[in-house]
């Protein structure tokens, strides 16, 4: 089973970012996963972080996730985030970057009744407790609108 390429896409991303004088804004999924980030700017499971040198310290992206130290409200406060949580690295002036697909989940694309839209819904995924009955795990959805 070879490595994700997200830590890669994802860092060269961020260099391009960097490069360009962008400012590279990272898209993270906080509900169910194991992401540390400040829940008070947490909107409806979600959060984009400004990941540019002049926002963080001692950013770190390496192939076990993305760590650094942030100011929210004057605060600094450490923030890790697993690559599951990434669903996207975004250059804030232009929008250019990637979107990636949520790991470790399933998903199903269906067509939506508006023109051009496209739906993702998770497919129900249960596991079985120490008694041997099922129990489904909560995961949140994501909608696409192209």
């Known amino acids: 089973m070879s490595q ?30 194991a992401a540390q980030v400040p829940h ?6 979600q959060i984009i972080l400004n990941v540019s040198a002049s926002a963080t310290r001692q950013l770190s992206m390496d192939n076990g996730g993305i760590e650094f130290t942030a100011r929210f409200n004057g ?13 996207g690295l975004f250059a804030r002036e232009t929008g250019e970057g990637m979107a990636f697909s ?23 995924n249960e596991e079985q407790d120490s008694a041997g009955t099922s129990k489904e795990k909560r995961k949140p959805t994501l909608t696409l609108i192209k």
């Open 102 to 124: 949520p790991d470790d989940q399933d998903w199903v694309e269906e067509e939506g009744t508006s023109a051009g839209s496209t739906t993702l819904h998770q497919v129900k």
């Open 40 to 45: 008070a700017f947490v909107k409806e499971g």
């Open 75 to 87: 605060v600094a406060e450490r923030v890790t985030i697993p690559w599951v949580a990434v669903l």
């Open 4 to 33: 994700s390429t997200k830590p890669y896409l994802a860092r060269a991303l961020w260099e391009w970012c960097e490069d360009n004088q962008l400012t590279p804004l990272l898209h993270v999924l906080v509900e169910g996963t």
